[in-house]
């Protein structure tokens, strides 16, 4: 499906920078435009892929050009102000040839964190196509600010969004990189993962042949009905029948009497169906209970059968319990076989439950600090009283 990528804040950028290079490189044709704004003028141009008259500094009234420094209200404050002037950006793209919105923020610090629910509400008050989000939670070892800042943008994100698609920071760190080296891979994660889910409705021309191709409308319908979604992906190489140099651990399914291969194509993809679902998934949780899921079956269409995508989809609707599970698949010329699945509307997560309680934790501490460096603040002022006289 073609999406409007807007990328609010450092993260957002970043990520939506990343988006543009992952189109390029997969010819999958998902961003039909791409927006960054922020309140920091060096993370705007720091991005590489999105193009100049795109980026959009907010906030300069207030902060100059310097970021909200992980102030989150005064990041959605700021967002409200502007408002118009992220809307002439969006005015430039033909929204008419657009699916859906995508809003991405990482939610720990200021600018994305507080303006990504404020875009979202405004957004959908105008178009009448869904607005999604993808929200990127903090590190737990990032601190109590982010932490709170991250339990509250959850809170109004979600509220504001037709469905919001969550990846964990903190369950894909990787110890012993640099943050910003680890950054790169988890980008690189991030855009794997949901670049195959949008990809999927956006096969086009003589690559429609193939029997059951996932369609955009199937994307919306699975993510409509709103709430937290997450997404499981497993690959294996394969070696491409035209020629590339793989080692091929998938048995190609030629299409000839071979039913060996045909079952052997029907266990691998169950197999990697099961990978993804029980493997990480963007947030971790627990599968069942799962309300709507959606399985994308991506690879040479020689690897995909449909009696695998059916097997994988029943299995799925066994492992969460829901009625509602959607199949299909996503024929590409990539050497891999891939296997994506949208969980949405999760209930279970243990990872928001504790950030909503160390966000309520870190809350009390500052009203705590506060409350002390308040009174600490007048004793030591009233120390001088009696011997000075105020200003005014
Ligand atoms: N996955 C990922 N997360 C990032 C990246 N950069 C920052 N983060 C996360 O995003 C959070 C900080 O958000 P930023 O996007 O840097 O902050 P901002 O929205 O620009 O707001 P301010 O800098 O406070 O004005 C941190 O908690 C990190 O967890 C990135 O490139 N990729």
């Known amino acids: 499906m073609k999406l409007a990528m807007i990328g609010f804040g450092q993260?957002?950028?970043?990520?939506?920078?990343?988006?543009?290079?992952?189109?390029?490189r997969t010819n999958s044709g998902i961003v039909r435009a791409a927006i960054a704004v922020n309140s920091a003028k060096a993370d705007l141009m720091g991005l590489?892929?999105?193009p100049q008259d795109n980026r959009v500094l907010i906030g300069q009234a207030r902060v100059k050009g310097h970021g909200v420094g992980a102030d989150n209200e005064l990041g959605a404050e700021i967002a409200e102000e502007d408002i118009d002037e992220v809307q002439n950006a969006i005015d430039q793209i033909p929204t008419h040839e657009v699916d859906a919105f995508l809003i991405v923020a990482g939610m720990g610090g200021g600018t994305g964190s507080g303006g990504a629910p404020v875009l979202a509400k405004h957004l959908k008050r105008i178009y009448?196509?869904?607005?999604?989000?993808?929200?990127?939670?903090?590190?737990t070892d990032e601190g109590g600010i982010y932490t709170l800042n991250a339990a509250r943008s959850f809170q109004t994100f979600v509220r504001e969004v037709d469905n919001l698609l969550v990846f964990d920071n903190d369950s894909w760190r990787q110890t012993g990189e640099s943050v910003e080296g680890g950054y790169e891979q988890i980008n690189e994660e991030i855009v794997?993962?949901?670049?195959?889910?949008?990809g999927a409705g956006e096969v086009t021309g003589d690559q429609e042949v193939a029997e059951s191709v996932v369609d955009s409308s199937e994307i919306i319908n699975t993510l409509s009905g709103g709430g937290v979604s997450t997404v499981g992906y497993a690959s294996e190489g394969v070696e491409l029948t035209n020629g590339g140099g793989l080692l091929s651990r998938f048995t190609a399914d030629d299409g000839g009497d071979d039913d060996l291969d045909a079952a052997n194509t029907t266990n691998r993809i169950t197999s990697l169906v099961r990978k993804a679902a029980l493997g990480r998934l963007t947030l971790p949780c627990e599968i069942e209970?799962?309300?709507?899921?959606l399985l994308v079956l991506a690879g040479p269409s020689e690897y995909l059968n449909r009696k695998g995508i059916e097997r994988g989809r029943k299995w799925l609707e066994e492992e969460t319990g829901s009625m509602e599970v959607r199949g299909g698949d996503y024929p590409r010329g990539e050497p891999e076989v891939a296997a994506a699945i949208l969980l949405s509307g999760v209930t279970n997560v243990p990872r928001i439950k504790r950030l909503q309680?160390?966000?309520?934790?870190?809350?009390?501490?500052?009203e705590d600090i506060q409350a002390e460096s308040e009174e600490n603040l007048e004793e030591l002022v009233e120390?001088?009283?009696d011997e000075l006289e105020p200003l005014f």
């Open 11 to 24: 993260a957002g950028g970043k990520i939506v920078d990343r988006f543009l290079d992952y189109d390029d």
């Open 48 to 50: 590489e892929r999105i």
């Open 128 to 139: 009448t196509i869904p607005v999604y989000g993808l929200g990127v939670l903090p590190g």
């Open 192 to 198: 794997r993962r949901f670049g195959i889910l949008f």
């Open 289 to 293: 209970g799962t309300e709507r899921a």
């Open 357 to 366: 309680q160390v966000a309520i934790e870190a809350q009390d501490n500052i």
């Open 383 to 385: 120390d001088d009283e």
